[in-house]
Nanobody, 124 residues
Framework: QVQLVESGGGLVQAGGSLRLSCAAS????????MGWFRQAPGKVREFVAS????????YYADSVKGRFTISRDGAKNTVYLQMNSLKPEDTAVYYC?????????????????WGQGTQVTVSS
């Protein structure tokens, strides 16, 4: 099972940007579909974005399309989430997830490996 460590969260004003990083352990990063999810207080964990093993296919929640970009760097075993035009409703704990998969993965139940989460707070 892969170990995941997120970083890059923080406090930002509405309209600002943040880039989250998720470093994966091990030498099999290329086998994993990677995803980002978020969970706001009192709400269920929701899908944000995911990227296929090859990096050729990406998927986004409607709420973040056009504002967030997911990418991966195989040489660094890292997946990124670039977040632009942030809104207060983007405030949540953001989690990185990984699964050995060859098909699109967009559900919490599609992933078995999870990071500890990083807090993103967007002030109005």
């Amino acid at each position: 099972q892969v170990q995941l460590v997120e970083s890059g969260g923080g406090l930002v004003q509405a309209g600002g940007s943040l880039r989250l990083s998720c470093a994966a352990s091990g030498r099999t990063f290329s086998r994993y579909t990677m995803g980002w999810f978020r969970q706001a207080p009192g709400k269920v964990r929701e899908f944000v974005a995911s990227i296929a093993r090859s990096g050729g296919s990406t998927y986004y929640a409607d709420s973040v399309k056009g504002r967030f970009t997911i990418s991966r760097d195989g040489a660094k075993n890292t997946v990124y989430l670039q977040m632009n035009s942030l809104k207060p409703e983007d405030t949540a704990v953001y989690y990185c997830a990984a699964e050995v998969s060859t098909v699109p993965a967009t559900r919490v139940t599609d992933f078995r490996s999870w990071g500890q989460g990083t807090q993103v707070t967007v002030s109005s």
